[in-house]
Structures are given as structure tokens and as C-alpha cells.
């Protein structure tokens, strides 16, 4: 099948109120759980972008919005499908 990257400008916008399950992963821990996924555009160890008492700026998603644009326009393939949760 074709190549699959995780990354972390993809992952859902929370500005609200902090939720346990809108937190990422380590990726450590999801390689084993996804072998067949590629997940070096994702920063190692614990998600720092959400806590408690701590959720993203509109600023921050923006930002990262635009991340993954330039990220999507430096591919080399043709056809791209991305995958994400409700709030990106």
C-alpha cells in the first residue's frame, strides 16, 4: 500500500477546555502499536501542546496549519489523501 506519515500539524485543534483523550501519544509508544506508520515528523516523548491548564492559541494552529501546507507542497507525489479528527 502506499507510504503512511504521521504528522503533528495534523493533529485536532482543542482551544477550549483540556481534554485527556485530545493529547497525542509518544511516538515511541505508537511505533509498536503501528509499525507499518511513519512517524518521524512527530516530536518525540510526551505531547506538549495540551495539559491541564494548558490548551493551543489560535495563533499556534494557524502556525501549524500552515506547516503542514508548505510540508504537502514539498511532496513529490501527485495524489496525497490525509486523514484527521474533526477540529483541524
Not at 33 to 50: C, I, K, N, Q, R
Amino acid at each position: 500500500g502506499p507510504p503512511l506519515q504521521a504528522l503533528e500539524e495534523l493533529r485536532e485543534f482543542c482551544g477550549k477546555q483540556f481534554q485527556p483523550c485530545d493529547s497525542r501519544r509518544a511516538p515511541e509508544e505508537l511505533r509498536s502499536v503501528f509499525p507499518h506508520v511513519d512517524f518521524t515528523s512527530v516530536p518525540p516523548g510526551a505531547d506538549t501542546l495540551l495539559g491541564p491548564d494548558k490548551v493551543e492559541s489560535t495563533k499556534s494552529v494557524d502556525e501549524r496549519i500552515q506547516r503542514f501546507f508548505e510540508w504537502l507542497r514539498n511532496q513529490e507525489q501527485q495524489n496525497i489523501g490525509c486523514v484527521a479528527h474533526f477540529q483541524i
